[in-house]
């Protein structure tokens, strides 16, 4: 499918680098946008270059690159990534996140109208991805109806439309009034909900109540609409089932009747299903470590790099084995709870729990579902940061690994191919299990390093801390993929962790 620029052209031929040039997207006064092949990698991006003939004059090409910069700062799942910058003496090009699915410009023009639930999703999703972008203060383009992609079902994502400079105070009231306009003429009405979720829109464009909501407010607001209209459509179905829609003098005993045996068919059905359903699967021993030969490897950067023999965690850490742990800090007295924290965490971070903690041990624990992804306790944990994977590896009597080690435990490369896999519980990854026994490298979710690194597409700026592998989110380059992040104190979705030990486990 296209993806957020990718508004048709001409086929056009041509080489520049590591990529193929396939079509050309847009064209500006000083740049052209393509869709292009990375041939090392086998994937699309799109391409932006300087245009020829403009002049490499240092001013344009440091304007050039203070935007490209800012673009590859922004880690958040639902907003494009910035795979790679060249500054050449005849090329100065960078590379991004092609986005699959359908922009809502081309959804527009179809006429296409959602549920109001589901639209009140998607709400919350751009406002999330948008309030990460003002909350850093980070310039940005203004939104257009082009940069918001349906890339699959309820899931929504965002061009990068980061820039290098100070914020435009009005530029985030004007970009919710467009989305406002946008999703207002989107809605399905008659359906529940409809109603409140165009006054919310509505309140967006500054049109009712003389009310300018931030980004954090939309967000939250839809939020709490989305969940109220899934309790409605719950409760409805419940008293549609009730009958309560037969009226009419001798269909109201028929209805009676009707409702007795629906009643008593729902009882015997509860009882079958409490003593037969399925059980959510009960958390496995996964605490088997893979040892690592020592040797030299082929490390970062292709450079050869001893290592000493280690051990390697089989398993990403599952939410099963962190709760252990959080159990462990609990039990013991308060001063005692900073005891594997690191030298130099920050003192306003106060406790190791991840985001929605409580929500999603207990849907764990019964088979639930958490925004889309099925959970069990032998699922990774997510939404932590670098202290909490720091932490808890320290408590193991361990560390994380460093990059030279994760590397050597993928093996080499070129080697087996290892298949990103998507969500779910840490040993189930089919194809994506190395020679030795370590699973989950390319896939399911990126894992936390111990030491920043310096980004190789971006040697000019300070290390960064590093997560490798890809993700249910952003496979990626499965095994070969690194992301870069803001701080260690981020926290994602699709990010988790393994730890490493010197001695035999």
Not at 256 to 270: D, E, K, M, R, Y
Not at 482 to 503: C, H, K, N, Q, Y
Request: proline share 6%.
């Amino acid at each position: 499918m296209p993806g957020a620029e990718d508004e048709g052209s001409l086929p056009l031929a041509g080489e520049l680098g590591d990529y193929r040039l396939l079509k050309l997207v847009s064209e500006g006064m000083v740049t052209q946008t393509y869709r292009a092949r990375q041939t090392s990698v086998d994937r699309e991006v799109l391409l932006e270059r300087i245009k020829a003939g403009t002049g490499l004059s240092p001013e344009r090409v440091g304007a050039f690159l203070a935007d490209v910069r800012a673009k590859a700062a922004i880690l958040h799942a639902g907003i494009g990534s910035v795979y790679e910058a060249v500054d050449g003496e005849q090329e100065v090009y960078y590379t991004k996140e092609l986005l699959p699915g359908r922009t809502f410009q081309d959804l527009r023009e179809e006429d296409v109208k959602f549920d109001p639930i589901v639209l009140a999703g998607i709400l919350r999703q751009v406002s999330g991805a948008m309030h990460f972008l003002s909350q850093r203060g980070i310039a940005t383009l203004p939104l257009k109806a082009r940069h918001i992609i349906l890339s699959g079902p309820e899931v929504v994502r965002i061009a990068n439309l980061a820039v290098a400079g100070a914020p435009d105070p009005g530029t985030g009231a004007l970009d919710r009034a467009l989305l406002g306009e946008l999703l207002g003429g989107m809605v399905r009405t008659g359906e529940p909900g409809a109603r409140r979720t165009s006054r919310l829109l509505g309140i967006m464009m500054s049109r009712e109540d003389g009310v300018e909501l931030s980004w954090a407010q939309v967000g939250r607001m839809a939020q709490k609409l989305e969940q109220e209209l899934s309790t409605e459509i719950c409760v409805a179905g419940a008293e549609a089932l009730r009958g309560g829609a037969v009226d009419g003098g001798g269909l109201r005993v028929f209805g009676s009747t009707l409702f007795a045996v629906l009643l008593l068919g729902l009882v015997v059905a509860g009882a079958f299903v409490l003593f037969h359903r399925p059980k959510a699967p009960e958390a496995r021993d996964l605490r088997a470590m893979v040892e690592i030969p020592a040797g030299t490897y082929l490390g970062p950067n292709g450079k050869e790099v001893p290592l000493g023999r280690f051990w390697i965690d089989a398993h990403e850490v599952t939410i099963a084995e962190y709760a252990e742990f959080l159990e462990a800090l609990a039990s013991v007295g308060e001063d005692r709870r900073d005891a594997y924290d690191h030298i130099n965490q920050p003192t306003t971070k106060l406790d190791h729990q991840p985001d929605d903690w409580a929500s999603i041990v207990g849907l764990a624990r019964v088979g639930g579902n958490f925004e889309g992804r099925e959970l069990t306790l032998n699922c990774p944990v997510t939404g932590i940061d670098w202290w909490d994977a720091h932490a808890y590896a320290n408590w193991k009597g361990g560390r994380l690994p460093t990059l030279a080690q994760w590397e050597a435990a993928a093996g080499p490369s070129p080697g087996p191919v290892l298949s990103p896999g998507g969500w779910g519980a840490v040993d189930q990854e089919v194809g994506d299990v190395t020679d030795r026994g370590v699973y989950g490298l390319a896939g399911n979710v990126a894992e936390w390093l111990e030491k920043s690194a310096l980004n190789p597409s971006f040697p000019m700026n300070a290390t960064s801390p590093v997560a490798a592998g890809g993700s249910f989110l952003k496979p990626g380059r499965g095994v070969r993929e690194r992301s870069w992040l803001e701080t260690r104190g981020a926290r994602r979705p699709e990010l988790g962790f393994r730890v490493v030990r010197d001695a035999a486990p």
